[in-house]
Nanobody, 126 residues
Framework: QVQLVESGGGLVQAGDSLRLTCAASGRTFSDYAMGWFRQAPGKEREFVAAITRSGFRTYLADSVKGRFTVSRDNAKNTMYLQMNSLKPEDTAVYYC???????????????????WGQGTQVTVSS
């Protein structure tokens, strides 16, 4: 089992920045590719970002490229999502997820992730 806990959400204004943190415990963190997903009210959960086991490769949704950055610190069992130039359409509950991988790859597909956090709310006012 892997336990994931997100933090760092909040209420901000458009143009502001936030950094989300996903703290992992329970298994060897570096065995897992990690991802960020979000779900806005009335919408399906969508992919935001992913990062491979070592952090060598990262993937970002087109809607956040140039504004968001995903990173990880395997020594701290932690993944981050740096969100800059936030927009009202970024308002959502943000979830982190873990996917066991033997190779240095990451998936953008929600159902391939094995473990999920409880989510943290991000609200961006205009």
């Amino acid at each position: 089992q892997v336990q994931l806990v997100e933090s760092g959400g909040g209420l901000v204004q458009a143009g502001d920045s936030l950094r989300l943190t996903c703290a992992a415990s329970g298994r060897t963190f570096s065995d897992y590719a990690m991802g960020w997903f979000r779900q806005a009210p009335g919408k399906e959960r969508e992919f935001v970002a992913a990062i491979t086991r070592s952090g060598f490769r990262t993937y970002l949704a087109d809607s956040v490229k140039g504004r968001f950055t995903v990173s990880r610190d395997n020594a701290k069992n932690t993944m981050y999502l740096q969100m800059n130039s936030l927009k009202p359409e970024d308002t959502a509950v943000y979830y982190c997820a873990a996917d066991y991988r033997r190779l240095e790859i990451a998936t953008l597909t929600e159902y391939e992730y094995d473990y999920w956090g409880q989510g943290t709310q991000v609200t961006v006012s205009s």
